[in-house]
């Protein structure tokens, strides 16, 4: 028997596959085992084909699986699409009034959910608590598992509808009869005991929304966008809880101008949209570069261009997020690679936004912001909060009046230049010193100036933070062989994936080692370069067209990657990464 | 609002900026009004800010001793609405001209008034673009011939006081440049006003399109017994393009977007990651 399996449900969208395969992954979490899921789902509401797939293991689970091991098909279609990514020897489960499945080396389980639901539940509505009753005889968790996470999700709608809750557990009850008195078990998969840890469960957006509150958010602006939504929807009930505001923009312009005037009054503010709301934003971010105004923006990638899908995950905006706007415009990137690093680079993000006055760029995608992970609960506890350098001088602190007006005495040098190129700020408040925030070159008073001497000087101000920043922000951490031939260098949410390409590879005797920056602006010149200098050959895997990171490292230190790209909308498997890294052995 | 303790005059909120406008600009008398509408608001300098977008006009942060946000073209109202939500102990001025708010911005006006965010809006209206050197604006008459209508303007004149009246903007109400004494009585209305405050002013540009002398002989004072609570009077004024009124149209005080965010949060905690992820166990 395995204490490991992978789970893929194929059905309709609006047929309850996503929330049963939610209730499935929180159900093993909670029973003490690690989950890791994906899903895919049409954009439209209703209609449209989805899956849902969980990974659930006794070990900790770093990517989704190259396969299934159980398939369930809730349609032909599902089948057509799914079938091919189904293991050999693998588990198809399927209901013979939806299609006949061909012959093949699977093992074969026909379960009439259509018909339990219909006949003996009386209430088709409960098909998806069918199958779940279906996989808990079969394979595990227990029903007790599945029936503690279906009353909390529904207690509210138990309460009007007794009746529905009763019906949701008699399907449960009456498939995992069926499957323990009608079928013979032939499958090793099935889920024993294991013991119980101090876990989470959470996706990456909900993991971002944690972060930014741990990180002392007091304003968020933003427009309606998938991926990025249920970021704003969260943000919009929890600020106000923690004595934060929020206002839904007009537009993804308006949003990120509503979050630089908030952030002008010294509250630390942020937004998050995707692809196309982001290229709206981007003459914001040459503004709060300009007027260095700290902010954070979350960019949940999706696929693009213009609207492209955007249900479906890719990595493509990394050359957009480093260059965005016109002129030279320095900017910071942080990529989280799994849900711990949504919390813990969101406060990162703010920090760095609040320490060096700059936009940060969080670059999220959507296959992470749909990731439930299971993630221990220490990595979820108070971080270091860094403010920004405020400016004090002869009283500009501490009075609670204004002080006298009158040109000398009243403006500051907002904009001096210093040596780290971070220069101390004033927010609106009693006592404050004044200055006009601008996107006009100016002098170290902020009064427009376009002389070459001025500008020459206040740019060289404004980069000098990145390298201020690249010394003390952290430095990644390689993963693997030290003496390593290949290396792999990737960003963003393929980390977990490529390291277990990576121990499936050293296992098999390769010397491979990977390096994945979370920082990409200002990069880790110093590591890359060391790394790049360590190995041979480097292969970089990208879920992009044109290998944005690849043309990155090659532009900086002329490396000559490998390239290894997927643009099809769904993320590498580990066993993709595994055959690039035999490829070039 | 939030006043001084010591005593100021127009003087004291001038900056040390030499503004950057043409001899004879309508713009110097929106500026002096607003000097003078700050000295008797007795505004506090460190806890006011004038934000604006881009134009000859919105180059006015730079001129005023307070705090500003000279932002992008067109932004100044997100700006300003972001930052009232964020501080609503700030009082906060936006500024700009007729091709800010009534071209390029104009989708946030919409929002903005809807809202009804309680910041105060200044627009200099010269019926033309003067920073780029004398294109059509938004509010320039049909049939105006400029660079960029060498045939004449096709589109219609867009009327900002029918506009803000239509919009249910809470506070409407147009000055004149030339008039500064009345139109500083206005911006004090307007920033003492609860609400979404918006002051139209009618602000010649010598260089590109004087409109000073017609304005001089055309404007028309709103008369004293006016009932400035009457929706569907106002627009009836604002829809008299010849004899353009100025003075208070409307006003009417409702809860305000700012207000109701911050009631929301007089039950506020300090956040507690520990707390907050027992949802997720």
Same mark, same amino acid.
């Given at each position: 028997?395995?204490n490991?399996?992978?789970?893929?449900?194929?059905?309709?969208?609006?047929?309850?596959?996503?929330?049963?395969?939610?209730?499935?992954?929180?159900?093993?979490?909670?029973?003490?085992?690690?989950?890791?899921?994906?899903?895919?789902?049409?954009?439209?509401?209703?209609?449209?084909?989805?899956?849902?797939?969980?990974?659930?293991?006794?070990?900790?689970?770093?990517?989704?699986?190259?396969?299934?091991?159980?398939l369930?098909?809730?349609?032909?279609?599902?089948?057509?699409?799914?079938?091919?990514?189904?293991?050999?020897?693998?588990?198809?489960i399927?209901?013979?009034?939806?299609? /006949?499945?061909?012959? =093949?080396?699977?093992?074969? #389980?026909?379960?009439?959910?259509? &018909?339990? !639901?219909?006949?003996? %539940?009386?209430?088709?509505q409960?098909?998806?608590?069918?199958?779940?009753?279906?996989?808990?005889?079969?394979?595990?968790?227990?029903?007790?598992?599945i029936?503690?996470?279906?009353?909390?999700?529904?207690?509210?709608?138990?309460?009007?509808?007794?009746?529905?809750m009763?019906?949701?557990?008699?399907?449960?009850?009456?498939?995992?009869?069926?499957? /323990?008195?009608?079928? =013979?078990?032939?499958?090793? #998969?099935?889920?024993?005991?294991? &013991?119980? !840890?101090?876990?989470? %469960?959470?996706?990456?957006?909900?993991?971002?929304?944690?972060?930014?509150?741990?990180?002392?958010?007091?304003?968020?602006?933003?427009?309606?966008?998938?991926?990025?939504?249920?970021?704003?929807?969260?943000?919009?009930?929890?600020?106000?809880q923690?004595?934060?505001?929020?206002?839904?923009?007009?537009?993804?312009?308006?949003?990120l101008?509503?979050?630089?005037?908030?952030?002008?009054?010294?509250?630390?503010?942020?937004?998050?949209?995707?692809?196309p709301?982001?290229?709206?934003?981007?003459?914001?971010?040459?503004?709060?570069?300009?007027?260095?105004?700290?902010a954070?923006?979350?960019d949940?990638?999706?696929?693009?261009?213009?609207?492209?899908?955007?249900t479906?995950?890719?990595?493509?905006?990394?050359?957009?997020?480093?260059?965005?706007g016109?002129?030279d415009?320095?900017?910071?990137?942080?990529?989280?690679?799994?849900?711990?690093?949504?919390?813990?680079?969101?406060?990162?993000?703010?920090?760095?936004a609040?320490r060096?006055?700059?936009?940060?760029?969080?670059l999220?995608?959507?296959?992470?912001?749909?990731?439930?992970?299971?993630?221990?609960?220490?990595?979820?506890?108070?971080?270091?909060?860094?403010?920004?350098?405020?400016?004090?001088?002869?009283?500009?602190?501490?009075?609670?009046?204004?002080?006298?007006?009158?040109?000398?005495?009243?403006?500051?040098?907002?904009?001096?230049?210093?040596?780290s190129?971070?220069?101390?700020?004033?927010a609106?408040?009693?006592?404050?010193?004044?200055?006009?925030?601008?996107?006009?070159?100016?002098?170290?008073?902020?009064?427009?100036?376009?002389?070459?001497?001025?500008?020459?000087?206040?740019?060289?101000?404004?980069?000098?933070?990145?390298?201020?920043?690249?010394?003390?922000?952290?430095?990644p951490?390689?993963?693997?062989?030290?003496?390593?031939?290949?290396?792999?260098?990737?960003?963003?949410?393929?980390?977990?994936?490529?390291?277990?390409?990576?121990?499936?590879?050293?296992?098999?005797?390769?010397?491979?080692?990977?390096?994945?920056?979370?920082?990409?602006?200002?990069?880790?010149?110093?590591?890359?370069?060391?790394?790049?200098r360590?190995?041979?050959?480097?292969?970089?895997?990208?879920?992009?067209?044109?290998?944005?990171?690849?043309?990155?490292?090659?532009?900086?230190?002329?490396?000559?990657?490998?390239?290894?790209?997927?643009?099809?909308?769904?993320?590498?498997?580990?066993?993709?990464?595994?055959?690039?890294?035999?490829?070039?052995? | 609002?939030?006043?001084?303790?010591?005593?100021?005059?127009?003087?004291?909120?001038?900056?040390?900026v030499?503004?950057?406008?043409?001899?004879g600009?309508?713009?110097?008398g929106?500026?002096?009004?607003?000097?003078?509408?700050?000295a008797?608001?007795?505004?506090?300098?460190?806890?006011?800010?004038?934000?604006?977008g881009?134009?000859?006009?919105?180059?006015?942060?730079?001129?005023?001793?307070?705090?500003?946000?000279?932002?992008?073209?067109?932004?100044?109202?997100?700006?300003?609405?972001?930052?009232?939500?964020?501080?609503?102990?700030?009082?906060v001025?936006?500024?700009?001209?007729?091709?800010?708010?009534?071209?390029?911005?104009?989708?946030?006006?919409?929002?903005?008034?809807?809202?009804?965010?309680?910041?105060?809006?200044?627009?200099?209206?010269?019926?033309?673009?003067?920073?780029?050197?004398g294109?059509?604006?938004?509010?320039?008459?049909?049939?105006?011939?400029?660079?960029?209508?060498?045939?004449?303007?096709?589109?219609?004149?867009?009327?900002?006081?029918?506009?803000?009246?239509?919009l249910?903007?809470?506070?409407?109400?147009?000055?004149?440049?030339?008039?500064?004494?009345?139109?500083?009585?206005?911006?004090e209305?307007?920033v003492?006003?609860?609400?979404?405050?918006?002051?139209?002013?009618l602000?010649?540009?010598?260089?590109?399109?004087?409109?000073?002398?017609?304005?001089?002989?055309?404007?028309?004072?709103?008369?004293?017994?006016?009932?400035?609570?009457?929706?569907?009077?106002?627009?009836?004024?604002?829809?008299?393009?010849?004899?353009?009124?100025?003075g208070?149209?409307?006003?009417?005080?409702?809860?305000?977007?700012?207000?109701?965010?911050?009631?929301?949060?007089?039950?506020?905690?300090?956040?507690?990651?520990?707390?907050y992820m027992?949802?997720?166990?």
């Open positions: 028997m395995l490991e399996v992978t789970i893929r449900i194929g059905g309709e969208s609006g047929e309850g596959t996503i929330s049963g395969g939610d209730i499935l992954a929180l159900a093993a979490a909670r029973w003490g085992y690690h989950v890791y899921t994906f899903r895919t789902f049409p954009a439209e509401i209703l209609g449209g084909p989805c899956l849902f797939q969980v990974r659930i293991s006794d070990q900790p689970v770093k990517s989704m699986g190259d396969y299934a091991d159980v369930i098909c809730l349609n032909q279609e599902a089948y057509d699409r799914n079938i091919s990514d189904l293991r050999h020897g693998g588990v198809l399927y209901d013979p009034s939806d299609f /006949t499945p061909e012959a =093949s080396d699977h093992i074969i #389980y026909a379960i009439p959910f259509n &018909e339990l !639901a219909r006949k003996e %539940v009386q209430l088709y409960t098909k998806n608590m069918v199958m779940l009753g279906a996989i808990s005889g079969l394979f595990g968790p227990p029903l007790e598992a029936t503690q996470v279906v009353e909390s999700k529904l207690s509210r709608s138990r309460k009007s509808n007794p009746i529905l009763e019906k949701n557990m008699l399907a449960l009850e009456i498939a995992k009869k069926y499957v /323990t008195e009608q079928l =013979s078990k032939r499958d090793p #998969y099935r889920l024993g005991t294991v &013991e119980k !840890a101090d876990r989470v %469960v959470l996706n990456g957006n909900q993991a971002v929304v944690a972060g930014a509150l741990a990180a002392h958010c007091g304003f968020f602006s933003g427009y309606p966008i998938t991926p990025a939504s249920d970021i704003m929807e969260a943000m919009a009930k929890e600020l106000p923690v004595g934060g505001t929020f206002l839904q923009a007009e537009d993804e312009i308006a949003a101008a509503a979050v630089l005037g908030a952030s002008f009054g010294g509250v630390r503010a942020m937004t998050a949209t995707s692809g709301g982001f290229s709206l934003m981007t003459e914001l971010i040459g503004y709060a570069s300009m007027a260095e105004i700290p954070v923006i979350v949940a990638q999706r696929a693009g261009p213009s609207t492209g899908m955007p479906k995950m890719e990595q493509s905006d990394l050359s957009f997020a480093l260059n965005a016109h002129g415009t320095p900017r910071m990137v942080v990529a989280p690679a799994d849900v711990a690093d949504c919390y813990r680079l969101m406060i990162l993000a703010f920090n760095m609040e060096y006055q700059i936009p940060v760029i969080f999220s995608d959507q296959s992470l912001t749909a990731r439930v992970e299971s993630v221990d609960r220490n990595v979820f506890k108070p971080m270091e909060i860094m403010e920004r350098i405020k400016f004090s001088e002869n009283g500009a602190n501490g009075h609670n009046e204004a002080v006298g007006v009158g040109a000398a005495e009243h403006s500051y040098p907002r904009y001096a230049y210093t040596a190129g971070i220069s101390p700020i004033t609106p408040g009693p006592g404050a010193l004044t200055y006009v925030a601008t996107g006009l070159e100016h002098d170290e008073y902020g009064h427009p100036n376009y002389e070459p001497e001025d500008h020459t000087a206040m740019m060289e101000k404004r980069f000098r933070k990145l390298a201020t920043a690249a010394e003390e922000l952290p430095k951490q390689r993963y693997g062989d030290e003496d390593a031939t290949i290396g792999i260098i990737g960003w963003g949410s393929t980390e977990g994936t490529i390291q277990e390409a990576v121990d499936r590879a050293r296992a098999k005797g390769y010397k491979v080692a990977a390096l994945h920056p979370k920082i990409l602006s200002p990069l880790p010149d110093r590591a890359i370069r060391d790394f790049i360590s190995v041979k050959t480097v292969i970089v895997p990208e879920c992009n067209y044109s290998g944005q990171l690849a043309n990155l490292l090659g532009a900086k230190y002329g490396l000559q990657a490998i390239r290894v790209n997927k643009f099809g909308g769904i993320p590498f498997t580990a066993g993709e990464i595994l055959r690039a890294i035999e490829e070039v052995s | 609002m939030t006043q001084t303790t010591v005593t100021l005059t127009p003087k004291d909120y001038k900056s040390e030499k503004p950057t406008w043409c001899p600009c309508g713009d110097f929106v500026l002096n009004a607003i000097y003078n509408s700050m008797n608001l007795k505004l506090a300098p460190d806890q006011t800010v004038v934000v604006s881009i134009g000859c006009s919105s180059r006015l942060p730079h001129f005023v001793e307070t705090f500003g946000f000279h932002s992008l073209h067109g932004r100044a109202l997100p700006v300003a609405q972001g930052m009232k939500m964020a501080r609503p102990d700030l009082t001025i936006a500024v700009g001209g007729d091709g800010d708010f009534f071209s390029i911005g104009a989708g946030h006006l919409i929002h903005a008034a809807l809202r009804n965010i309680d910041i105060t809006v200044v627009v200099m209206d010269n019926e033309t673009y003067g920073l780029t050197k294109q059509t604006s938004p509010t320039s008459p049909t049939g105006h011939t400029t660079k960029s209508t060498p045939y004449g303007l096709l589109a219609s004149q867009f009327n900002p006081i029918a506009t803000a009246l239509s249910n903007v809470s506070f409407v109400a147009r000055g004149f440049s030339s008039k500064p004494k009345d139109l500083a009585a206005l911006i209305q307007g003492n006003h609860h609400g979404f405050s918006f002051i139209h002013v602000s010649p540009c010598p260089t590109f399109y004087n409109t000073m002398d017609v304005w001089k002989t055309t404007v028309t004072p709103i008369p004293a017994d006016y009932d400035t609570r009457n929706r569907a009077k106002a627009i009836e004024l604002a829809m008299e393009t010849e004899k353009p009124y100025i208070l149209f409307f006003q009417e005080e409702r809860p305000t977007m700012d207000q109701a965010a911050h009631h929301l949060v007089q039950q506020a905690k300090e956040f507690d990651i520990n707390q027992a949802r997720y166990v």
